[in-house]
């Protein structure tokens, strides 16, 4: 029972190994400012802007001569306060999309960790007590295994998460 506790846990975490190996970046364009409106109304970006600040918002709308975006967050808020601002075509290179935050994968995956290693733990306990016998080391396995491939399954979602979207270049016209 022990070496086959050991086994699955090595084996779990070799395919996590190569899925994490294998994550792709995010996908890069490089667009035109005409053809910038189907890829970013209406979603999440982060940019810097002018060179000296750096704003989180969702845009509103892609105007000849600006970007209209509600900001939710701004490292210059004189510049650049939170709100509806227009932002002139000429202070932007590059916008990032749908780029998630926090950090829901890691929480999920380590509640889930911590919940099945309860079970199993309790499982084998039962199962020591009723059969007379008491296995510390697989006990421990049995409860800290799962943590660590919880903890390893969120980090790999949440980091998979945090790679997504898009990162667009603006090309000169």
């Known amino acids: 029972m022990k070496n086959a506790l050991?086994?699955?846990q090595t084996v779990a975490v070799g395919a996590l190994a190569c899925?994490?190996?294998?994550q792709a970046p995010a996908e890069e364009?490089?667009?035109?400012?005409?053809e910038l409106a189907p890829v970013v109304t209406g979603k999440k970006v982060w940019m810097p802007v002018g060179g000296k600040a750096k704003i989180v918002g969702t845009v509103e709308a892609v105007e000849p001569a600006s970007l209209r975006v509600q900001v939710t967050k701004t490292?210059?808020?004189k510049a650049y306060p939170k709100g509806l601002v227009s932002i002139p075509r000429s202070e932007i290179s590059s916008i990032q999309v749908n780029k998630p935050a926090g950090h829901k994968g890691l929480i999920?995956?380590?509640?889930?960790?911590?919940g099945i290693a309860a079970a199993a733990g309790a499982t084998i306990g039962a199962i020591s007590r009723n059969e007379g016998t008491s296995d510390p080391p697989v006990l421990a396995a049995a409860i800290a295994g799962p943590i660590a491939i919880g903890l390893a399954v969120g980090w790999l979602i949440d980091k998979a998460a945090h790679r997504g979207g898009k990162r667009v270049t603006l090309i000169a016209d």
């Open 75 to 77: 490292s210059d808020r």
């Open 108 to 114: 999920i995956g380590t509640v889930a960790g911590i």
């Open 6 to 8: 050991v086994l699955r």
């Open 19 to 22: 899925l994490i190996s294998t």
């Open 29 to 34: 364009l490089r667009l035109h400012w005409n």
